[in-house]
Nanobody, 120 residues
Framework: QVQLVESGGGLVQPGGFLKLSCAAS????????TSWYRQVPGQERELVAS????????HYADFARGRFTMSRDKDEITVFLQMRSLKPEDTAVYYC?????????????WGQGTQVTVSS
């Protein structure tokens, strides 16, 4: 069982910057892939960015590419999402996700989410 705790959300003005953190309860290493998702009430949760297993290059949704940067710390316990040039449409609850395969089955773990509000 992996526990994930997000932090760093808040209220920011359009054009501003936020850095989200996700602390894992275990070493993630190359056994786990990690992602950030976001969700607006009444809409489906959407993928923001992913770092797959031991990969060093993150993959981004079109709306995030060029503005958001996903990374892991060198100890492979904390995952980050740096967001710049924020827009009101980035307002959502942001969730950290980690997943791995066990006996051929994908197992997902989720954080509780952190609210990001972009408004003047």
């Amino acid at each position: 069982q992996v526990q994930l705790v997000e932090s760093g959300g808040g209220l920011v003005q359009p054009g501003g910057f936020l850095k989200l953190s996700c602390a894992a309860s275990t070493f993630l290493g190359s056994d786990y892939a990690t992602s950030w998702y976001r969700q607006v009430p009444g809409q489906e949760r959407e993928l923001v960015a992913s770092l797959l297993f031991s990969g060093r290059d993150a993959h981004y949704a079109d709306f995030a590419r060029g503005r958001f940067t996903m990374s892991r710390d060198k100890d492979e316990i904390t995952v980050f999402l740096q967001m710049r040039s924020l827009k009101p449409e980035d307002t959502a609850v942001y969730y950290c996700n980690a997943w791995h395969y066990r006996d051929g089955e994908r197992i997902d773990y989720w954080g509780q989410g952190t609210q990001v509000t972009v408004s003047s």
